[in-house]
Antibody, heavy 119, light 106 residues
Framework: EVQLVESGGNLIQPGGSLRLSCAAS????????MTWVRQAPGKGLEWVSI???????FYTDSVRGRFTISRDDSKNLLYLQMDTLRAEDTAVYFC?????????????WGLGTVVTVSS | DIQLTQSPSSVSASVGDTVTITCRAT??????LHWYKQKPGKAPELLIY???TLQSGVPSRFSGSGSGTDFTLTITSLQPEDFASYYC?????????FGQGTKLEI
């Protein structure tokens, strides 16, 4: 069974850094597209970043240069390193799998981890 | 960036009704348009991928259509568990984007 579990969310001051982790089971992160999606309180979904199997990465404009997506194949973990955090980064952060079977649509999601950026 | 506009933003319906949600893109996305359902406090779930393909395990009362810039999600014979928010998402070009969501209420 595919499962994704995020961790690392916390209350952090503006300008601070945080690293989110996403533990995968039931599949290998290195063989699928992995993505982060966030949802600000009371708002809709916002795509954040994607990591392809070959290592290619893409980011939404508002986080490019501040966030870094990566993975640890030996631990089957996905990460999101978030630097220079802003109040507008406050959100629930979901990791999700983009499967080639579903033409890259995100077919499995974690429950999310909460990031609050506030002084 | 490709913007996705869903309509309506909210809709009220009853069990047994049929509801149609539309998603319009500012530029063509071919068929790379996916639909998700989300209940409050829960993770999104994939319903439809590539505009019209039903994800495994999703009831057949859900269907999707469209290509290019205009897409629809139709839910027939609404069930109590269908009352949720629905989002479209384009995967044609970066940055990927989601529609603003449609809240389906009883």
């Amino acid at each position: 069974e595919v499962q994704l579990v995020e961790s690392g969310g916390n209350l952090i001051q503006p300008g601070g850094s945080l690293r989110l982790s996403c533990a995968a089971s039931g599949f290998t992160v290195s063989t699928e597209y992995m993505t982060w999606v966030r949802q600000a309180p009371g708002k809709g979904l916002e795509w954040v970043s994607i990591l392809y199997t070959g290592g290619l990465t893409f980011y939404t404009d508002s986080v490019r240069g501040r966030f870094t997506i990566s993975r640890d194949d030996s631990k089957n973990l996905l990460y999101l390193q978030m630097d220079t955090l802003r109040a507008e980064d406050t959100a629930v952060y979901f990791c999700a799998r983009g499967s080639s079977v579903t033409t890259g649509a995100f077919d499995s999601w974690g429950l999310g981890t909460v990031v609050t950026v506030s002084s | 960036d490709i913007q996705l506009t869903q309509s309506p933003s909210s809709v009220s319906a009853s069990v047994g009704d049929t509801v149609t949600i539309t998603c319009r893109a500012t530029r063509g996305v071919n068929k790379w348009l996916h639909w998700y359902k989300q209940k409050p406090g829960k993770a999104p779930e994939l319903l439809i991928y590539a505009a019209s393909t039903l994800q495994s395990g999703v009831p057949s009362r859900f269907s999707g259509s469209g290509s290019g810039t205009d897409f629809t999600l139709t839910i027939t014979s609404l069930q109590p568990e269908d009352f949720a928010s629905y989002y479209c998402q384009q995967a044609n070009s970066f940055p990927y984007t989601f529609g603003q969501g449609t809240k389906l209420e009883i």
